[in-house]
């Protein structure tokens, strides 16, 4: 169904629909009037965390903290866990393989360089990049679908409509992830910080920018769906969201960029709910935003100059909303789609592995015929966000990867 129909059965308040529209675009090269949507929003909100229906939760240490935790469990009983700390092997940064595994005298951690099957076909353990070969009986894949499918695994040995599908598996992405670290806590206009600059509510939230309407967020997918990023400036009235806000910017003179460019900003505080990842009277804030294109205007690679002009105009739009965040910044790392790629072998950048659209859900994730976990190749499974149920941290698609590869490991 349409996000806008299920939406306006249940609220009123444009702002409000818009921030929780957010959440069905989240990751996707969508928009709030892109059919299908519907059920996206309800992927991410539905669920419980610790009794909290709808509630997401923050890992202490950070997201590698996490894979540090499974991988302590599984270590605690008695499997032998290698490659840098991660829970498995490294596949060419794009997630881990993960084997039942006789670890060789003097290894050293390398990445993975393809899957060995045998004479029958079979899964037998992968091969590392310095061509040292670790057995195992069955083999599960944290990477994407294309990483496991179309580099790692000897390409013969798969069915030609099943390459074709994961070839055609939609892996666009908009988003452009930017890592800030700054010497003081960010002052919003429409929730000004304590005298003793003390974290407030809000500080240990997720907190939306440039989502008054529904339309913003269409605007700026089709801005990036022809290929242009948020990127030209222009004075304009902020729109205000509540009385106090009005009251604030009332007072003063900001700049946004044009309306129908505004990029969408996610901003969490992480450093508010854990101190120990900066230092005293300094913060790093996580900035998820979109909507970014692959590649830019005339085909043209993202550099260094396009990344900091897109930064830039994320920041103006932050200040226009805390004045003074842009003079507080010390450090900033920006990630655009091709970055995401690169560095974590996210296939087009895409955070869950390929769309979580409903033509790519259920028994068609990650192709029809091999949603149980299972591929052509007996013995290896794939475990990670590519996977049936699709991403959100959840571990659903590991823990049921790991049941059906216990089913079978009864009988290798």
Known sequence: SLLRQVLDQWFESEPLKATLATDAVIGAMASPQTPGSGYVLLHHVMGALEGRRGAWGYVAGGMGALSQAIASAAAARGAHVFAEKVAGLRVQGAGTLTCAL????????????????GRDGRAQGVALQDGTEVRSKVVLSNASPQLTFLELTPREQLPKDFVQRIQQVDTRSPVTKINVAVDRLPNFLAAPNARDDQPLPHHQCSIHLNC??????HRAFAEARDGRPSSRQVPVQVAPVTDRCWRCCSRRSVMLPRAHTRPMIELCIPSVLDPGLAPRGCHVVSLFTQYTPPVLPGGRPWDEAARDAYADTVFDCIEAYAPGFKASVIGRDVLTPPDLERIFGLPGGNIFHGAMSLDQLYFTRPAPGYSAYRCPVPGLYLCGSGAHPGGGVMGAAGRNAARVALEDFTWL
């Open 212 to 217: 008054e309407s529904s339309e913003l967020l």
């Open 102 to 117: 006789e670890v060789p005298s003097g290894f050293c951690p390398q990445p993975v360089s393809r899957v060995l099957l």
